[in-house]
């Protein structure tokens, strides 16, 4: 009779054991990636900078300027944590065709009157606040915007930087104004409102 090769019990309890631990390996393996992507993701979207931009472009005497008309732009900080390093841009934006469709850009920088700010507070709600908004900013440019909001071609682009207090991730925030339609006379309103009143 030929001979039967056999496994011994305890060879098999030993694979079993094997393939056991290597699917309960692979299984924290990829429980593990998920968490970490989650988090990453939370973290990414949940703990970055957040600021919202007025659409509009105030002009009309500013304190600072001793009465002379300025065009002024604001924005809040919409985070629950405060920001640092902010920066602030002004700049005209140009766009030049090369194609059917298709455009260059150039940016010519404008002078801002505050260009940096070290820190900015958190987000607050009008109840929270009464007499003053640290987290609202208002800054003016020095430059006459008329000509550049009247051109075809040209756009007033404002490019705002700030890192979030917490993680110190950077975010950067834009916003064009396309045309004179985009600037009202006046000032804005107080704290949260980013309108413009006269």
């Given at each position: 009779?030929?001979?039967?090769?056999?496994?011994?019990?305890?060879?098999?309890?030993?694979?079993?054991?094997?393939?056991?631990?290597?699917?309960?390996?692979?299984?924290?393996?990829?429980?593990?990636?998920?968490?970490?992507?989650?988090?990453?993701?939370?973290?990414?979207?949940?703990?970055?900078?957040?600021?919202?931009?007025?659409?509009?472009?105030?002009?009309?005497?500013?304190?600072?300027?001793?009465?002379?008309?300025?065009?002024?732009?604001?924005?809040?900080?919409k985070?629950?944590?405060?920001?640092?390093?902010?920066?602030?841009?002004?700049?005209?934006?140009?766009?030049?065709?090369?194609?059917?469709?298709?455009?260059?850009?150039?940016?010519?920088?404008?002078?801002?009157?505050?260009?940096?700010?070290?820190?900015?507070?958190?987000y607050?709600?009008?109840?929270?606040?009464?007499?003053?908004?640290?987290?609202?900013?208002?800054?003016s440019?020095?430059?006459?915007?008329?000509?550049?909001?009247?051109?075809?071609?040209?756009?007033?682009?404002?490019?705002?930087?700030?890192?979030?207090?917490?993680?110190?991730?950077?975010?950067?925030?834009?916003h064009?104004?396309?045309?004179?339609?985009?600037?009202?006379?006046?000032?804005?309103?107080?704290?949260?409102?980013?309108?413009?009143?006269k």
């Amino acid at each position: 009779m030929p001979h039967l090769l056999t496994v011994a019990p305890t060879q098999s309890a030993e694979a079993n054991t094997l393939l056991n631990y290597l699917f309960e390996f692979l299984i924290a393996l990829v429980a593990g990636l998920v968490a970490s992507i989650l988090f990453l993701y939370y973290v990414l979207i949940r703990w970055r900078p957040k600021i919202k931009i007025s659409p509009f472009i105030a002009y009309g005497p500013t304190p600072e300027n001793h009465g002379v008309n300025q065009y002024s732009f604001k924005f809040i900080n919409k985070s629950r944590h405060d920001g640092y390093d902010v920066q602030i841009r002004i700049s005209v934006l140009v766009r030049i065709p090369v194609q059917m469709g298709k455009f260059n850009e150039r940016r010519l920088p404008l002078r801002a009157k505050l260009d940096f700010l070290s820190h900015i507070p958190r987000y607050q709600r009008d109840k929270e606040h009464v007499n003053t908004a640290p987290h609202a900013i208002i800054f003016s440019c020095l430059d006459d915007l008329a000509p550049v909001l009247e051109a075809d071609d040209k756009v007033v682009e404002i490019q705002i930087i700030l890192k979030h207090g917490l993680t110190g991730l950077s975010k950067v925030f834009r916003h064009e104004y396309i045309n004179s339609g985009d600037v009202v006379n006046g000032h804005f309103k107080y704290g949260n409102n980013l309108t413009v009143v006269k």
